[in-house]
């Protein structure tokens, strides 16, 4: 039987410091903000969102995609004030559902604090023992030192590089 991908129900994950949540209009304010933030985009191929509507549409389809089984996307929500400080997403899964590419983004205010790393150590985590990936790749920014520290610090290999991005590799015997 081949394998196929269930997020019903919604793989809900909790670090020390972040509960890893479906994405809400409940959040919108807050990815509003951190969507339409300039550092936040400067390194990705996309543009600031001008409006809430934008950010309103952008959550119906993470929801559609997620309720299709096509990735799974989380919030990350501060567990002291119950506030978004970033999201954290598996996506482009291969056909057999053995490797996917991971995506993540924080808001400035919060970078440099660990929130990513712990975030990132529950995804992968769940990537790689609940989903049974082999592998998940990260793409970033040549210039984007911390994405890229980061990877490294959670045992990612660097792969390759194309035009300005680099990729990285975390694979199940190096995790």
């Given at each position: 039987?081949?394998?196929?991908?269930?997020?019903?129900?919604?793989p809900?994950?909790?670090?020390?410091?972040?509960?890893?949540?479906?994405?809400?209009?409940?959040?919108?304010?807050?990815?509003?903000?951190?969507?339409?933030?300039?550092?936040?985009?400067?390194?990705v191929?996309?543009?600031?969102?001008k409006s809430?509507?934008?950010?309103?549409?952008f959550?119906?389809?993470?929801?559609?995609?997620?309720?299709?089984?096509?990735?799974?996307?989380?919030a990350l929500?501060?567990?002291?004030?119950?506030?978004?400080?970033g999201?954290i997403?598996?996506?482009?899964?291969?056909?057999?559902?053995?490797?996917?590419?991971?995506?993540?983004?924080?808001?400035?205010?919060?970078?440099?604090?660990?929130?990513m790393?712990?975030?990132?150590?529950?995804?992968?985590?769940?990537?790689?023992?609940?989903?049974?990936?082999?592998?998940?790749?990260?793409?970033?920014?040549?210039?984007?030192?911390?994405?890229i520290?980061?990877?490294?610090?959670l045992?990612?290999?660097?792969?390759?590089?194309?035009?300005k991005n680099?990729?990285?590799?975390?694979?199940?015997?190096n995790?």
């Open positions: 039987m081949p394998k196929t991908l269930n997020f019903n129900p919604f809900f994950l909790k670090s020390d410091r972040l509960l890893l949540k479906n994405l809400s209009n409940n959040y919108l304010n807050e990815l509003y903000l951190l969507r339409s933030h300039p550092e936040i985009v400067q390194f191929d996309k543009e600031c969102d809430e509507e934008e950010t309103t549409a959550i119906k389809k993470i929801s559609d995609g997620i309720s299709n089984n096509e990735f799974i996307y989380w929500i501060l567990k002291e004030t119950n506030k978004l400080i999201t997403c598996l996506w482009c899964f291969n056909p057999d559902l053995t490797s996917a590419e991971i995506g993540f983004e924080l808001h400035p205010n919060y970078q440099k604090n660990g929130y790393t712990e975030a990132l150590e529950q995804v992968l985590n769940y990537g790689l023992e609940e989903l049974k990936l082999k592998s998940i790749t990260g793409f970033t920014h040549t210039k984007n030192e911390p994405s520290k980061l990877m490294q610090k045992n990612f290999q660097f792969s390759k590089s194309m035009d680099v990729i990285y590799k975390l694979t199940s015997s995790y």
